[in-house]
């Protein structure tokens, strides 16, 4: 027959209207303002912990909608926002500093969904999705380092050029270099002056008994410095979100000293706050075996050499000079170290502290190096009942292990306590290490206003359009606008299973986008129907018209789609952000409509007129 579909074919329509109606239903559940508490190096989640956070929350009268206990995170769900953010204060007054709380917007999918893997797709912050951020760079913390840095790169250059210093201190943020003879003291001035030049070096004439030099950042360096570390912490913040997989996040500078996080549809925001405020790297340092550790604990911590703590217990002294840090690693993974079974990272260096790599570990083969992990924290204790936020670093040797060989660009850091600290570590040192401390400000959940006006204009406008464009083709076309009209409502179903599917970022443009394909998913149909008109007026029968109305469209209607997704594409691939959106939506509705309107509408054609004699066509 001329207008008939195999079995088959309808079967594969159906079928792929029912995946397309179970992954969009999705998106009519909504959300539930959350708090989700995770765990830190050492902590644990237990029904016991879940249980004490739901009495200290009953004590305070607040009744958690529903709490979940999962073996990395415990997740309550709250009736409203204002439930949300109070329980926040007091399960973060109530845990120690080993748990992250965090506000979350959880999904309220049924469960039979969820075991299907049919998630709503993400909403962005312009609608009501997402995490908003404010983080503050420690610019004292940034000079201070950038201070040290200069120290040892002073005392190597001295050392290449055989000037003997009898010491190199700092004194706030001031390095005084002290000679034993004004000769090496006149030497030591000029070719400093020299190598250092954004530096300025003075005599200290009050001090005659021993020459000294005094060396102070110039205030064209300490403004370089700055500006350093807010547009490398920048750069690496969008890195570590690159790492967590979140769409179309915003990461830009708001005056001096701070960064503005804004992160779409993020689902977790526990490990998106402990990634993005976490400064955790390494440091590799010689063990000092020339001195006793326990005159240093006793106080007599010998000049050139530092103190710290062992993660396993106890003290160890090592060479304050630093070997490479994690700026100069440049890959990191995670991984397991075969012989003992432990958690380990390999790390990759750069050339230059491949370079220092090489030159340490080829002189002092056979002596112990020590590797530093340190990690800035941000503690929250409760003062006068009101939270204060506390700065503490943390400092301490996770592994020391003899040089046996010769080695530089390429080796393994063991001594973790577990694989996840291990990825996260790696992470972190793969995305870069901050430049500087950052320190999370200001946290919250974007939406309930603003949000919820703009999904309600994007859904009235969705809706309009899609209604008045049902009225003209049901008027204009009779019983075949309503088969466009069926397939404009299977289209919307389609877009949104495809967004949900790939869990893309919906936003104001992506709406846009959205409202001009319901127009355009239906000129594909005005172009077949007129077609189909045209044949029965040069007096072909219904069936063969249907039949030709069909064919000889098909090629007008795919030039016209093939040129419209080639502007979609150069859309997305030179645009950014919200224009990137627009284009996502643009192109799933035109493969969406064409397989609609034309396979779709043929369908319900060929089922109601395919099989039997007719006269007329109501077109």
Do not use: C
Request: proline residues 4%; charged residues 20%; hydrophobic residues 45%.
């Amino acid at each position: 027959m001329m207008n008939h579909f195999p079995a088959w074919k309808n079967l594969l329509i159906v079928a792929a209207l029912v995946i397309a109606a179970i992954y969009a239903l999705p998106n009519i559940y909504g959300e539930d303002p959350s708090v989700q508490i995770s765990p830190l190096r050492g902590a644990v989640i237990n029904s016991g912990l879940m249980s004490d956070v739901k009495i200290e929350l009953a004590n305070n009268d607040i009744t958690p909608l529903k709490g979940e206990l999962k073996p990395d995170r415990i997740l309550l769900r709250f009736n409203n926002t204002s439930d949300q953010l109070k329980a926040s204060d007091v399960i973060k007054a109530t845990l120690s500093n080993n748990y992250v709380v965090a506000l979350n917007l959880a999904p309220a999918t049924p469960q039979w969904l969820r075991s299907l893997n049919a998630s709503p797709m993400y909403l962005g912050l312009d609608l009501r999705g997402g995490v908003h951020f404010l983080l503050e760079v420690d610019m004292d913390a940034a000079e201070t380092q950038a201070v040290s840095r200069t120290a040892t790169e002073i005392r190597q250059h001295l050392r290449e050029n055989k000037l003997r210093y009898l010491s190199v201190v700092i004194d706030d943020n001031s390095i005084r270099i002290k000679f034993k003879n004004q000769t090496i003291h006149d030497d030591a001035l000029s070719t400093l002056g020299d190598q250092f030049q954004t530096w300025e070096f003075k005599s200290d004439e009050a001090n005659t008994s021993t020459p000294t030099l005094n060396a102070n950042m110039s205030d064209n360096e300490l403004k370089t410095v700055r500006k350093y570390a807010l547009q490398q912490n920048i750069i690496t913040l969008k890195n570590r979100v690159n790492e967590l997989g979140v769409a179309e996040p915003v990461i830009q500078q708001q005056g001096d000293n701070r960064i503005v996080v804004e992160l779409p549809g993020v689902q977790d925001t526990a490990r998106a706050k402990e990634i993005l405020g976490a400064t955790a790297t390494l440091e590799y340092h010689m063990v000092d075996g020339e001195h006793s550790v326990s005159s240093a604990v006793a106080g007599r911590v010998p000049i050139g050499s530092k103190l710290y703590d062992r993660r396993e217990g106890g003290k160890i002294l090592l060479k304050k000079q630093i070997i490479v840090t994690g700026n100069e690693i440049v890959d990191a993974s995670s991984g397991i170290e075969s012989d003992t079974g432990s958690a380990m990272v390999s790390v990759s260096l750069d050339g230059p502290g491949g370079k220092k790599m090489s030159k340490t570990t080829r002189e002092n083969i056979g002596k112990p190096m020590a590797v530093v992990f340190i990690e800035n924290r941000t503690e929250i204790k409760m003062v006068d009942g009101k939270p204060v936020r506390y700065k503490t670093v943390v400092e301490e040797v996770i592994n020391v292990a003899t040089i046996r060989g010769h080695f530089s660009n390429r080796f393994q850091t063991t001594g973790l306590d577990n694989p996840g600290e291990a990825r996260d570590l790696a992470l972190l040192l793969r995305a870069g290490a901050l430049a500087a401390p950052i320190d999370i400000v200001e946290e919250r959940t974007v939406g309930p206003s603003l949000g919820q006006d703009n999904i309600d204009m994007g859904f009235n406008s969705v809706m309009i359009g899609f209604v008045l464009v049902l009225i003209f083709m049901a008027v204009y076309y009779k019983t075949f606008g309503l088969f466009a009209d069926i397939a404009l409502a299977t289209n919307l179903i389609f877009i949104i299973a495809i967004l949900s599917l790939l869990q893309a970022t919906l936003t104001l443009p992506g709406i846009a986008g959205i409202v001009l394909t319901v127009g355009m998913a239906v000129d594909a149909n005005v172009l077949i129907f007129e077609r189909i008109k045209e044949e029965l007026k040069n007096g072909n029968s219904p069936q063969a018209s249907i039949h030709a109305g069909y064919e000889k469209a098909f090629s007008t209607i795919t030039d016209a789609n093939i040129t419209t997704l080639i502007a979609a594409i150069i859309l997305f691939g030179f645009g950014t952000g919200p224009i990137k959106g627009f284009a996502i939506t643009l192109s799933i509705g035109i493969l969406t409509s064409m397989f609609t309107a034309i396979v779709g509408t043929r369908a319900l054609v060929n089922a109601t007129y395919g099989s039997r004699q007719i006269d007329t066509l109501k077109i």
